[in-house]
């Protein structure tokens, strides 16, 4: 049977013990404040960075939407021009015209805020000319400025303006077995390689 000091000796360790180590934040009270603590000072080194997402957004559209000048309307088309890609007329009831735009991924945000190797085209709608939708026209053989296109010529396309200041080209990409039957998809291209020439025709019949 313990004696009277070592029941003493043992009440007061139990009394003084530490239960919890001293981070330990107790209660849901303490902890969203320690949540709020934490995405403030986050939302904060963010924006000291220039990594926030309306940041990121703003810059994207600085970049892409940028105005850009057309070269003027003439009966022939000339290489290292200014011009917009027109879809032709659909044969179904609508009749907005659409026109090719190169695009920036949701996810593309966060990486690069300008276009690069690998991004992608859509049809837009967006008629006034900006940088996403504003390409020029060049030889693949030699450079032709101010040189009237033929038809029937071999050509390339490449967008206004990059985010690295290399030129960036259409590139078609190759068919696959589950692209197979569909369309092939255009990318942006550093490599003006034969999938990035293109020939011009007439579309009238």
Same mark, same amino acid.
């Given at each position: 049977?313990?004696?009277?000091?070592?029941?003493?000796?043992?009440?007061?360790?139990? $009394?003084?013990?530490?239960?919890?180590?001293?981070?330990?934040?107790?209660?849901?009270?303490?902890? $969203?404040?320690?949540?709020?603590?934490?995405?403030?000072?986050?939302?904060?080194?963010?924006?000291?960075?220039?990594?926030?997402?309306?940041?990121?957004?703003?810059?994207?559209?600085?970049?892409?939407?940028?105005?850009?000048?057309?070269?003027?309307?003439?009966?022939?088309?000339?290489?290292?021009?200014?011009?917009?890609?027109?879809?032709?007329?659909?044969?179904?009831?609508?009749?907005?015209?659409?026109?090719?735009?190169?695009?920036?991924?949701?996810?593309? %945000?966060?990486?690069?805020?300008?276009?690069? $190797?690998?991004?992608?085209?859509?049809?837009?709608?967006?008629?006034?000319?900006?940088?996403?939708?504003?390409?020029?026209?060049?030889?693949?053989?030699?450079?032709?400025?101010?040189?009237?296109?033929?038809?029937?010529?071999?050509?390339?396309?490449?967008?206004?303006?990059?985010?690295?200041?290399?030129?960036?080209?259409?590139?078609?990409? %190759?068919?696959?077995?589950?692209?197979?039957?569909?369309?092939?998809?255009?990318?942006?291209?550093?490599?003006?390689?034969?999938?990035?020439?293109?020939?011009?025709?007439?579309?009238?019949?």
């Amino acid at each position: 049977m313990a004696s009277r000091r070592e029941q003493q000796e043992r009440d007061e360790m139990l $009394q003084n013990r530490i239960i919890y180590s001293l981070p330990t934040r107790m209660g849901n009270w303490n902890e $969203q404040l320690a949540l709020r603590e934490y995405e403030t000072a986050m939302a904060k080194y963010k924006m000291q960075h220039c990594r926030l997402v309306v940041q990121n957004v703003k810059k994207v559209f600085h970049s892409v939407l940028k105005p850009t000048s057309l070269a003027v309307e003439a009966p022939s088309v000339q290489f290292g021009l200014n011009y917009q890609l027109k879809a032709l007329a659909s044969p179904s009831k609508d009749t907005t015209s659409l026109y090719l735009s190169c695009l920036l991924n949701e996810t593309d %945000n966060d990486v690069i805020q300008h276009f690069q $190797q690998g991004c992608c085209f859509s049809a837009s709608p967006l008629r006034i000319p900006c940088v996403r939708n504003t390409f020029r026209l060049r030889s693949p053989i030699h450079d032709e400025v101010d040189q009237r296109v033929r038809y029937g010529q071999d050509l390339l396309i490449e967008i206004y303006e990059s985010g690295d200041g290399e030129p960036l080209f259409l590139r078609s990409e %190759n068919l696959s077995t589950d692209t197979f039957g569909e369309h092939r998809a255009i990318r942006m291209s550093k490599f003006p390689d034969i999938y990035c020439r293109f020939f011009s025709m007439s579309t009238k019949k």
